[in-house]
Structures are given as C-alpha cells and as structure tokens.
C-alpha cells in the first residue's frame, strides 16, 4: 500500500494543473476584484500556476493580479467573457507547453507529458476553490477521466443564490449531463437529484 501510494504521489507530481479563467473590473476596487486577489494567493499557496485574461479598461487591475502571483495577459479579441475565455485557454496551454519542454530539457532522468495536463477552469474571484483542486486533480488520475466536473453542495447552492439562478444552473446542469451520457462514460457518481434529502457535493468525471 505504501508503495502505491508514493507512486501515486510520484505520478501526481508530474502531472501540472494550471487554473484559467477571465476577468473584467469595472475599476480596480471593489469585492470582487479582493476576492480574486485572494483567489490567487490561494491558488500560489496550494502551487498552482493561475492564467487570466482581463478585459478591465483600468491597467491597475491587471497589476494587482500580477502582483499576487498570476500569469495575466489583456484580452486582445472582440466579445466578452467567452472570448476572454478562449485567451485564457490559449495562454494556460502555451504556458504548459513551455514549462514541460524547459523540465524535460533538465530532468533527463523523467518526462513530462504534454498531454497529461490539467487544465482546471474557475470563476477567478471564488477564492475557496484552489483549496478544492488537489481532490479533483487526484480523482482525475485515479479515475484516468478526460473531464471533470465538480459542483456545489446543494443545500449551500440552494441556500445562497437566487431562486431563479438556483433552478436555472440546475435544470442546465442536468441537460448537459443527459447530453453527455450519449457520447461520454461517466466513471464517477452520477449527479445527485437537487431534490434528493441524500445529495452531497461530489464531481462527475468522464472518460472518452
């Protein structure tokens, strides 16, 4: 069992995750943009690389994030938040690539693949999640999953949020999840009924 468990740890070791996301401020205070200061102070402190794309029309936004330890570029394409999210994307891979080449160059004696990369996207100021990602990074590899697909506690979710948002995330949720048993193997829990007194948060993890 020991022996597992350190070649586990070994393999988990050699397998980045880098989180991304896309922001935009209206001005450099705020909630908002504390919370995704915190966030990526929280995601330094757990030792993940943390991409954003910021579409802020204030440059002193992009510098405080920069400050706390992101990698930031500014949005260069038109649209909003999915195109910030495609930037995003785009950066946190060519920073992988890059990184995994620069380790391979020195560590002759192991290898990085490319490809076993995590890419781990998050809204930017909800600055708990960094604390929530060496879970789903360890069911990632424990399961072999191509995706997953964490999400909230229902009660919380339920509890926290606005009725409407509530129903209308759920009710999309579970679409997608329909959607993705036609094409995906589910190898985690099945989603829980939002209805359901037993629910519990949990992610669901897919394999291709």
């Given at each position: 069992?020991?022996?597992?468990?350190?070649?586990?740890?070994?393999?988990?070791?050699?397998?980045?995750?880098?989180?991304?996301?896309?922001?935009?401020?209206?001005?450099?205070?705020?909630?908002?943009?504390?919370?995704?200061?915190?966030?990526?102070?929280?995601?330094?402190?757990?030792?993940?690389?943390?991409?954003?794309?910021?579409?802020?029309?204030?440059?002193?936004?992009?510098?405080?994030?920069?400050?706390?330890?992101?990698?930031?570029?500014?949005?260069?394409?038109?649209g909003r938040k999915g195109a910030g999210l495609r930037e995003a994307l785009g950066a946190a891979i060519?920073?992988?690539?890059?990184?995994?080449?620069?380790?391979?160059?020195?560590?002759?004696?192991?290898?990085?693949?490319?490809?076993?990369?995590?890419?781990?996207?998050?809204?930017?100021?909800?600055?708990?999640?960094?604390?929530?990602?060496?879970?789903?990074?360890?069911?990632?590899?424990?399961?072999?999953?191509?995706?997953?697909?964490?999400?909230?506690?229902e009660e919380l979710f339920s509890s926290s949020y606005p009725s409407a948002q509530y129903h209308s995330?759920?009710?999309?949720?579970?679409?997608?999840?329909?959607?993705?048993?036609?094409?995906?193997?589910?190898?985690?829990?099945?989603?829980?009924?939002?209805?359901?007194?037993?629910?519990?948060?949990?992610?669901?993890?897919?394999?291709?």
């Amino acid at each position: 069992a020991t022996t597992a468990a350190a070649a586990a740890d070994d393999e988990d070791d050699l397998i980045p995750l880098v989180i991304f996301g896309a922001t935009m401020f209206t001005a450099a205070d705020g909630v908002r943009l504390r919370d995704s200061v915190s966030s990526v102070n929280n995601a330094r402190k757990m030792g993940f690389t943390i991409v954003i794309c910021d579409n802020s029309p204030d440059p002193s936004v992009r510098s405080k994030l920069v400050e706390a330890g992101a990698i930031v570029i500014q949005q260069q394409s038109k649209g909003r938040k999915g195109a910030g999210l495609r930037e995003a994307l785009g950066a946190a891979i060519s920073h992988v690539k890059k990184s995994m080449q620069r380790q391979n160059k020195h560590q002759s004696n192991v290898h990085f693949d490319i490809h076993r990369a995590i890419l781990a996207f998050q809204e930017i100021e909800k600055m708990d999640m960094a604390f929530q990602w060496p879970k789903v990074k360890r069911d990632i590899i424990r399961t072999g999953a191509d995706i997953a697909v964490p999400w909230r506690d229902e009660e919380l979710f339920s509890s926290s949020y606005p009725s409407a948002q509530y129903h209308s995330e759920t009710f999309g949720r579970i679409l997608l999840n329909i959607q993705a048993r036609k094409t995906l193997k589910i190898v985690g829990r099945a989603t829980p009924s939002p209805w359901s007194s037993s629910s519990s948060p949990s992610s669901s993890s897919s394999s291709s």
